[in-house]
């Protein structure tokens, strides 16, 4: 099973949905209180600005959602996943035409 670790404060109450979701499923994790200075600089490290954050293995989900955490849960994919859901890591392909370049997402 991948790592969870979870970012959050006491006043969160989507921290709180966080914590009984994943205590309801018995998923062990390790919690990070922000509010303390070397809780603070691991979140620094995810570039969150706000909780919860989430890192599963190593893909980073900023705020709650539980079907994106099962899916991270799940995935075998490794890439962070941003607060809309879309991978940070894109794959693309190349095509030159002419003296231009462009570039397609996939």
């Known amino acids: 099973m991948k790592r ?3 970012f959050s404060q006491k006043s969160c109450s989507n ?8 205590a309801s499923k018995g998923y062990s994790y390790r919690l990070v209180d922000i509010s303390s200075p070397k809780g603070r600089k691991e ?3 995810t570039g969150a600005r706000s909780v919860p954050v989430l ?3 190593d893909q980073v989900l900023i705020g709650w959602n539980m079907t994106k955490f099962e899916k991270a849960l799940k995935s075998k994919d490794q890439s962070a996943i941003s607060p809309l859901g879309l991978p940070f890591l894109y794959s693309f392909r ?3 035409t002419d003296s231009m370049c462009r570039f397609f997402f996939n």
């Not at 921290?15 to 994943?22: E, G, I, N």
């Open 15 to 22: 921290c709180k949905d966080a914590q009984q979701y994943m």
């Open 94 to 96: 190349y095509k030159k």
């Open 55 to 57: 890192r599963v293995g």
């Open 4 to 6: 969870i670790v979870l």
């Open 43 to 45: 979140f620094n490290s």
